[in-house]
């Protein structure tokens, strides 16, 4: 059973940073999708960033040059690094993982993980 715990959450103004982590335990993929997703009040959840265990990233347009995933397998720690935040970054962020074929990026659409974690809130104010 997987199981994904997020951390780092919390209140920033704009323009600031905040990191975001997720520690990952009963993994047994060797090859594996990992990333962030995110649902703001009243918005569909959205992917945000996701990484391959050959180290590929994936990201949204809308956080592309902003934000940075990375993983530190010796902690097995998934990472969340955001910059120059905005308000419309304000949601409940969301840590997932999925075992990977490897032919294609990892996706950043929800039916393509089947393991949550449960959440971390980020609020952006401006």
Request: proline letters at 2%.
């Amino acid at each position: 059973q997987v199981q994904l715990v997020e951390s780092g959450g919390g209140s920033v103004q704009a323009g600031g940073s905040l990191r975001l982590s997720c520690e990952v335990s009963g993994y047994t993929y060797s090859s594996y999708c990992m990333g962030w997703f995110r649902q703001a009040p009243g918005k569909e959840r959205e992917g945000v960033a996701a990484l391959d265990s050959d180290g590929d990233a994936n990201y949204a347009d809308s956080v592309k040059g902003r934000f940075t995933i990375s993983k530190d397998n010796a902690k097995n720690t998934l990472y969340l690094q955001m910059n120059s935040l905005k308000p419309d970054d304000t949601a409940m962020y969301y840590c997932v993982a999925e075992g990977w074929a490897g032919y294609r990026m990892c996706g950043l659409e929800v039916w393509e993980y089947n393991n949550w974690g449960q959440g971390t809130q980020v609020t952006v104010s401006s």
